[in-house]
């Protein structure tokens, strides 16, 4: 019996390495299989998810086989979004990687089995990822270890948390490089430490870093501060080896400095070649980051999208038994489900507990890691039970900051471009990969305390027994089959617009937000978009700019005073708009319904539709007799429009300058404005002309409201004719209302 123990623990022979990583890789996928069903069953008819999310990332692979295949362009600006200015996408989720990967499926057998291949790669590779590094923790190779380090690659990919972001976030699924990246940092590290060759290693792990930054710009966010963490960590072992084989000590600072080279090396050349291989699209993004502040999202998103601490320790709000009204229980009430499914699990929280217990010179360094990014998940107000919007300070919920010194609001303004980000929740993919490590360490250091062969009645036959019962109970505590399904919905007018020869773009209706579906059903049709969905709204596109855009986005007026029904043949000539689809299944009810159809009716009068059926109404737009003057707001320094309790609309002045364009102003027009400033010295400000150098009016403080009449010149050889309002200082001014006179 003793000899079938010690066989337990012996490191198998070389012939068989490879039998394990293909029976683990073989079991992550049959999980993978069975968590994911009835997938298996539609893999070329429909994709997980809840019909939202998933077919922006369903048209992010269309769009990159488009970009790179058939026009030979840049993926990262497209033209046939938000026609004709189009629209850079530096700051969405585009996710290139996904879309390379499964580029042949594509060309072979279409979008949908290629999305879906995204996720069983991304399942397996994250499992094996997790299995690699855990396995290089615990620092052995026998069964024993290969059964935790296995464990451990469940922990990780069929966590609650990934399982939720299967529902739509093809970027945050795909987590998997994160562990291979983290493999082979520390790998390099502790091979620089050695005083043995740790290139190879650091190279690869930049390679990994790269992946990780083509799938997700929020995991780049992760492990710098992780690797930040590591270096941390990693200085004092350096200088304790240092010690340990007799090294000497010429001056400490010098000598600190030194083996701070030596921990850091590693994480140094990975981003060199981070920096190097994504430059073309890291200097486009910072450049846009400091000209602009579009990607950054109001402060109060930051509250809403934080992590309760309830939020990691209930059940798997997901799990098959309790759903949906586990989405009701104690944590964030008001964050969507997928932001706030991040249970730990109590089975691998337990284990980590063992880790500490029984192996915390392993442990401490993953424990360190998951508690920081346990309370970066927290955000910059924590909370212990629920998150409501009452929860939210009053300050935040209008817009403002509040100083906050929790390790998240510090990091918030202390980390460059770290506000583009905001789901603040997301940071507990970090406390879950280390809780997986903990996982693995704490299982092992179990079975060897437990069956050790000194002690009687123990066989590798139990061993492997508990093993597997651990297993089970991880698969029972995450448990989420059958998982929703969408099927696409397109209709099949679409197909026959495809092969319409009219190249003008479309305008889906209704629009008074984006909808993902519009994606879907461009992936068919293939004609450029008037109004579309991106991940962070640019201001340059002209949907919150223009009349009768602004309209159908507002269900009403905006601060443009005009005839939506007038001028909409004029706009949507200059826009190139060539088709207008009203879609009724997108509009069930309410003022998004009546007040859609009735300003579409108003436009198109008596002009019958060119299709028509019990979802769709079709119309061709025709060329206006006359191109009508009217205004459209520039792209900065515009506030939202904000609707006040007596139907009232207005815009605040939110930088140094606000443009306001004349379009086909063929003579000297006057343009009228009616504003509102705040009391005191930081009211009022300036009217402009466009050109800088003319001003047409002072706007003095009226904190009652008052009016200002304004010529705009006509200059011979100047393109573009307007107003520049310059407010005496940033949002003491609110826009009521603009009109040509």
Known sequence: MAENVKRLWRRPPLRGAMLVHA??????????????????????????????DGWQNYWNQWWLAQALVDRLVSPLYTDILYAPTGVTLYFHTLNPLNGLITLPIQWVSGLILAYNAVVFISWVLAGYGMFLLARWVLGV????????????????????????????????????????YLLYLLR??????????????????????????????????YLFLFTGLVIVWQWPAAVHRHSRQGGTVNGWAAFSLRMLWVAARPALIAGCVFVV??????????????????????????????????????????????????????????????????SIGYLPLALAVAAAGMAWRKAFFWWAGALLFFMLALGPQWHWGNITWESIPPAVAAGQEVASWTPYALLNRLVPFMRISRSVSRFALMVQLCLAVLTAIGLHALLLRWFNPQRRFRSQQLALLVGAAAA?????????????LSLPDTPAYYSRLAADPDARAVLNLPMNYDRPGYLLYQTVHGKPLTVAYISRDDPRTLTERTP????????????????????????????????????????????????????????????????????????RVTAPIQRL??????????????????????????????????????????????????????????????????LLATLLPAPEGAEVIVDVPVTAGVEKRGLALEPAAAGNVQIERLWLQ
Do not use: C
Not at 145 to 171: C, E, I, K, N, R
Not at 281 to 300: T, Y
Not at 472 to 484: G, T
């Open 472 to 484: 089970v109970v991880l698969l029972a505590e995450y448990w989420v089959a059958p998982y929703p």
């Open 141 to 180: 190779r026998s069964p024993a270890a290969v059964w935790a380090a296995w464990l451990a690659g469940l922990v990780y990919t069929l966590s609650p948390f990934h399982m939720a972001h299967l529902l739509g976030h093809m970027q945050v699924m795909s987590l998997q490089w994160l562990p291979f």
């Open 629 to 694: 003057p009217y205004l459209q707001l520039g792209p900065q320094n515009w506030g939202p429009l904000v609707v006040n309790e007596d139907g009232g609309r207005q815009r605040a002045l939110t930088g140094s300058t606000a443009t306001v364009e004349v379009i086909h102003a063929s003579e000297p027009v006057q343009v009228a404005v009616r504003y509102r400033t705040a009391t005191g010295d930081g009211g009022g400000g300036r009217i402009w002309a466009l050109d800088g150098q003319t």
């Open 548 to 619: 009768v855009l602004q309209h159908f986005r507002h269900l009403g007026d905006d601060i443009i005073d005009v005839d939506p029904a007038a001028i909409a043949p004029t706009i949507f000539a200059d826009l190139d708009v060539g088709t207008v689809i009203l879609d009724r299944y997108k509009m069930p009810g309410g003022l998004e319904k009546e007040y859609t159809e009735a300003l579409a009716g108003r436009i198109f009068g008596d002009q019958p539709p060119l299709f028509s059926d019990e979802r769709l109404t079709v119309y």
């Open 188 to 221: 390099a590290m502790r091979q620089s430490r050695d005083g043995r060759p740790w290139l190879r290693s650091a190279l690869l792990a930049g390679l990994f870093l790269v992946f990780n930054g083509l799938s997700d710009w929020y995991f780049v966010l």
């Open 277 to 342: 291989l994504l430059s073309f699209w890291l200097v486009p993004m910072i450049q846009e980051a400091r000209q602009f502040q579009f990607m950054v999202r109001p402060p109060a998103d930051l509250y809403v999208l934080s992590a309760s601490v309830m939020d990691f320790l209930v059940p798997n709000r997901l799990h098959s038994l309790w759903r949906p009204q586990s989405f009701t229980w104690i944590g964030n009430q008001i964050a969507p489900i997928s932001e706030r499914t991040i």
């Open 23 to 52: 029976a683990v890789l073989a079991g992550y996928l049959l999980l993978t299989l069975i968590f994911t069903w009835p997938l298996v069953l539609n893999l070329t008819t429909a994709i997980p998810g809840d019909s939202f």
